[in-house]
C-alpha cells in the first residue's frame, strides 16, 4: 500500500504501513497529547524523519490535522472535537500495520486448508500440503519448514482463531468456529472507552456500518497510543510474572530500565491518564508509573508473591487519593473542609457525596456539611477542593505546607482581582 507524494516537484513513493509502532507512538504523542512543536523543536529526530513521519500522519488523521504559525515557526498539532468525533481516529494508527510476505502467505495457505471446522489435520500433514498443492507451481517457491508452520499455528490458536485436539500422539488443528459479529452498543462503546478498545474498533470493522451511538462530552483517547503496552501488561500479571519495563520521561529522552512486579492498572476519570501500579523489591515499594512514559516492557521470572502484594495495595486503596501510596515520612495525612449552599442548591452535596472517594461526608446542619479524608498525599486533591471554594467556610490540613500553599493561591487570586 503505498501513496504518491508531491515533494520538490518530484514524485516520491512513500509507503504507509509500519513495522515499529513505538515510532509512530511517540511522534503522535508529540504532536496529539504534547502538542504544538516546531520542526526544529525535534532536536532528537533529523528533519527528513519528521516530515516522513508527519507525512504518514496526515495520510491517516488529514481531517483532523491543524497547524499554527507562531514566531518559532510552524506548530502542527491534532484537534479532535469529541462533541462530532463519534470514533477514536487514532486507531487508524494500529491498522496500518505491516506483515512479511511469509506472514501473509502462510495466513491465507493455512485458512484456505482449514476451510471447515470439520477439516482435521497435524502440523506435519499441513506442511506437505503446503508444500505439495500451493508453492510446487512455482519457479522459486519459498519453503516453510514443519517448525515455521508450527510456530503460525500456535499463534492462531492462542488468537482463537484455530483449536487443537490430541489424538494419540498427535496434535490435531482445526478451524474454530465461526463467530458472526454484529454491530451493537455494547461493542461500541466498548471500543471508545475500555483499555486495549482498538480491539473493539477491529471487531467494528467487521459489521457493514459503523453507527454513531454515542456522543461524549470528554472523550479520552490518548491512551489509544498505550494499548501495546497495556497488553504487555496484562499478559504478564495474567502469566503473575515479573516484568522489566524501559521508561522515559518528558524532561529527559535518557531511557532506564526497573524490575518491577505488576499488580493492577489505575485509570483516571478526570484527564484519562493510565498507570501501572508496581511493587519495586529494589526499594521495597508500591509506586505509579505513567504509561504513556513505558517504552517496552519484558516478563521476565514467576512472582510468587503477586497475590499477597495485591492484598496489600487494597489495603492501601483506602487512603489512595489518586496513585500516590507514600505519605510524608511514612505518615498520612488528614484534611478536612467544611461547606456551605443554599436551600436550592442541594447539587453541591450531592456532588460531594459523589466525589468523596476515599473521604467521608457528614451532614452538620440544613445546609452545611463537613468532609474528612485521610490519605496519603494531600497535594493530589488540590485542584478538587479547589473547585468548591466559594463554598468553604472552614479548612484545615495536618500538612501546613500543602494548606499554606492553597491559602497563598487565594490570596494570588484576591490580588490578581483587587480584593486584597
Excluded at 66 to 71: E, I
Amino acid at each position: 500500500m503505498a501513496e504518491k507524494l508531491i515533494k520538490g516537484g518530484e514524485n516520491v513513493a512513500y509507503n504507509e504501513l509500519i513495522k515499529n509502532f513505538e515510532r509512530i507512538r511517540d511522534y503522535m504523542r508529540d504532536f496529539y497529547v504534547y502538542g504544538f512543536k516546531s520542526r526544529d523543536d525535534y532536536t532528537n529526530k533529523s528533519a527528513r524523519s519528521y516530515d516522513d513521519e508527519r507525512r504518514r500522519l496526515e495520510s491517516w488523521l488529514g481531517d483532523h490535522m491543524g497547524f499554527r504559525q507562531t514566531a518559532d515557526g510552524k506548530n502542527v498539532f491534532i484537534s479532535i472535537n469529541s462533541r462530532i468525533t463519534h470514533h477514536n481516529p487514532l486507531y487508524k494508527a494500529w491498522k496500518a500495520k505491516s506483515f512479511t510476505d511469509g506472514d501473509i502467505t502462510l495466513f491465507f495457505i493455512i485458512f484456505d486448508i482449514l476451510y471447515s471446522p470439520e477439516i482435521k489435520l497435524t502440523n506435519t500433514e499441513i506442511t506437505e500440503k503446503i508444500d505439495s498443492e500451493y508453492l510446487c507451481f512455482f519457479d522459486e517457491p519459498k519453503v516453510f519448514d514443519s517448525s515455521t508452520v508450527r510456530k503460525k499455528l500456535k499463534e492462531y490458536e492462542s488468537q482463537g482463531l484455530l483449536v487443537s485436539e490430541k489424538q494419540g500422539k498427535s496434535l490435531y488443528y482445526k478451524r474454530a468456529e465461526s463467530v458472526k459479529f454484529d454491530h451493537t452498543v455494547i461493542l461500541d462503546f466498548f471500543s471508545e472507552v475500555a483499555p486495549c478498545g482498538v480491539i473493539g474498533s477491529f471487531l467494528l470493522d467487521k459489521t457493514d456500518t459503523h453507527e454513531n451511538s454515542f456522543g461524549f462530552k470528554h472523550h479520552y483517547i490518548n491512551h489509544t497510543l498505550d494499548s501495546e503496552i497495556m497488553y504487555r501488561l496484562f499478559q504478564a500479571m495474567h502469566n503473575k510474572s515479573e516484568i522489566e519495563i524501559e521508561k522515559v520521561t518528558r524532561r529527559s529522552s535518557r531511557k532506564r530500565t526497573m524490575k518491577v512486579v505488576p499488580l493492577n492498572i489505575f485509570i483516571s476519570v478526570q484527564n484519562g491518564r493510565q498507570y501501572l501500579m508496581a511493587y519495586r523489591r529494589h526499594s521495597r515499594r508500591i509506586t505509579s508509573y505513567r504509561l504513556d512514559y513505558i517504552t517496552n516492557v519484558k516478563e521476565l521470572k514467576q512472582a510468587d508473591d503477586l497475590d499477597e502484594l495485591r492484598d496489600i495495595l487494597d489495603n492501601m486503596k483506602k487512603y489512595m487519593w489518586g496513585v500516590s501510596t507514600q505519605g510524608r515520612g511514612g505518615r498520612r495525612e488528614t484534611v478536612e473542609f467544611i461547606i456551605t449552599y443554599n436551600s436550592d442548591e442541594e447539587y453541591i452535596y450531592n456532588r460531594l457525596v459523589r466525589e468523596k472517594r476515599c473521604g467521608t461526608v457528614e451532614k452538620i446542619g440544613e445546609n452545611s456539611c463537613r468532609f474528612y479524608a485521610e490519605v496519603y498525599d494531600t497535594n493530589e486533591m488540590l485542584t478538587w477542593i479547589r473547585s468548591f471554594i466559594c463554598r468553604i467556610t472552614y479548612i484545615n490540613f495536618s500538612n501546613k505546607e500543602i494548606e499554606n500553599q492553597l491559602r497563598e493561591d487565594l490570596n494570588a487570586m484576591y490580588r490578581l482581582y483587587g480584593l486584597e
